[in-house]
């Protein structure tokens, strides 16, 4: 993902995140994040906020499928709600995932959100940050257009996400989590009618 890209998508995340609106197309499970129990997030964050996340599966909320540009993978996590609306969302664009395989040393974006807050901190680029190992194992029903992925990774960043304006910075060491990414089989094409045939 070029520079520009990361800017705009982070921008369209704050605007997502004041709305409250989910930044990936895959609808959540119905009971936390992975409807087989075994989702979670943990992350060290330091800098600007200092937060050591640990959440399991009933308190996260978890989304996923392919980026918008098809170079990878774009995988949405977020916590469990403040009473006063707060919450912290991180998302992930990990560069050259491909749908069910697995990968490693894979450069990655990162978008933190403080909801609530309208607080965004992004990496503005996939060479901060690194996937060390990614895995894939299919999960829900097999047949149908739609195919649902519990997505296993772990990694790191070596450079600091600031917000827009670059005057607060974070650092997430490190990460590691299981979420989903579903997938979508693009509509069948309609034909396209005969010409009507002309009687002489």
């Known amino acids: 993902m070029r520079l520009t890209l990361p800017v ?3 921008a369209a995340l704050l605007a997502a995140a004041a709305g409250a609106a989910a930044p990936a197309p895959a609808p959540a499970a119905a009971h936390g994040c992975l409807a087989t129990g075994n989702g979670y997030l943990r992350a060290t964050i330091r800098g600007a906020m200092n937060l050591d996340i640990n959440w399991h ?3 996260l909320e978890c989304e996923g499928g392919p980026r918008p540009d098809g170079s990878g993978l774009r995988l949405a996590f977020a916590g469990p709600p403040h009473a006063d609306g707060r919450r912290v969302r991180l998302v992930f664009g990990v560069e050259a995932a491909r ?6 040393d894979l450069p990655t974006n990162l978008t933190v959100i403080f909801e609530g ?3 965004l901190f992004s990496t503005r680029g996939d060479d901060h940050c690194t996937v060390d190992e990614l895995s894939q194992e299919r999960v829900g029903a097999l047949g149908g257009p739609s195919r649902a992925w519990r997505i296993v990774a ?3 960043c070596v450079s600091p ?3 827009l304006d670059a005057r607060a910075r974070i650092l997430v060491s490190s990460f590691d989590f299981a979420g989903t990414a579903v997938f979508e ?3 069948p094409e309609k034909p396209s009618p005969k010409p009507a045939e002309q009687k002489l």
């Open 8 to 10: 705009l998508a982070a």
């Open 57 to 59: 599966n009933g308190e």
């Open 99 to 104: 749908e069910g395989r697995a990968g490693r």
């Open 117 to 119: 807050e309208e607080r």
């Open 154 to 156: 772990r990694g790191f």
């Open 161 to 163: 996400a600031s917000t």
């Open 185 to 187: 089989d693009p509509p």
